[in-house]
């Protein structure tokens, strides 16, 4: 390499320092009640609380020995989040060849990132996620199945972290703090073919994503030179 990070010619040496502590909690309670041979309901919660600490140190190498810290590459990050969830799922039958499962879940989600210990970004959301499952009995050995089922992508520590990431002199990457979760709908109809030692199934779907995640590529100047960045929004 002939050019340091703070943009003087010559070798480069650099020692990262990068501690990271997570902790993770999970509290969850279920409940089924049947009411008859082929009907039941079911009730739950669930709490999700996690917490990530990043401390990133970046320092150049001089030719004396000595250490020298590169701003750029030094942060500190928190991540918290909390997701509290309730559900409810009905299984019921129509006439002797229907069975279905009607399924409603609700999530609180409570998000927080710090920078360097005096930037806060606190982020509170909160969505309902419906779910259906229908299967008709055409014979003993086959069903139809339709189904349909919205899920949740939220982004992650990396994805919201907000500071450089390091590969050359040219490219880096960082997170954005204000990115929104994905969703994607899920639509499927099925037929199932039972053997006396297994089963065949064949179907199709159609998915749908909302609020897509994506990565954009801007060219910004750095001690005088052009760099590309790369971001998600």
């Known amino acids: 390499i002939t050019q340091d990070t703070l943009g003087r010619p010559g070798e480069l040496i650099q020692l990262v320092d990068n501690l990271e502590y997570q902790s993770s909690y999970l509290f969850q309670t279920d409940y089924v009640r049947p009411l008859g041979e082929k009907t039941s309901y079911e009730l739950g919660s669930r709490a999700t609380l996690r917490t990530i ?62 920078v360097e210990s005096d930037t806060l970004n606190n982020r509170s959301y909160a969505n309902l996620f419906p779910s259906t499952f229908f299967t008709y009995s055409i014979s003993p050995l ?31 990457y960082s997170g954005n703090p204000n990115v929104n979760p994905e969703f994607t709908d899920s639509y499927e109809t099925g037929y199932v073919r039972y053997f006396e ?16 995640i994506e990565r954009i590529t801007v060219v910004e100047e750095r001690n005088g030179e052009e760099f590309t960045r790369f971001f998600p929004i």
């Open 197 to 212: 030692k297994g089963s065949l199934y064949s179907g199709i779907y159609y998915r749908h994503r909302s609020g897509v």
């Open 53 to 114: 600490n990043n401390d990133y140190g970046l320092d150049e190498v001089l030719s004396d020995g000595s250490l020298i810290a590169d701003p750029t590459f030094n942060n500190q990050f928190t991540f918290i989040e909390n997701v509290y969830a309730a559900y409810g799922i009905y299984n019921g039958t129509i006439g002797e060849s229907m069975t279905y499962q009607l399924g409603l879940r609700g999530e609180i989600t409570d998000l927080t990132t710090e």
């Open 142 to 172: 086959s069903d139809i199945q339709v189904s349909y089922s919205r899920r949740i992508s939220r982004p992650g520590f990396r994805t919201l972290a907000p500071f450089f990431g390091f590969s050359d002199n040219r490219n880096f």
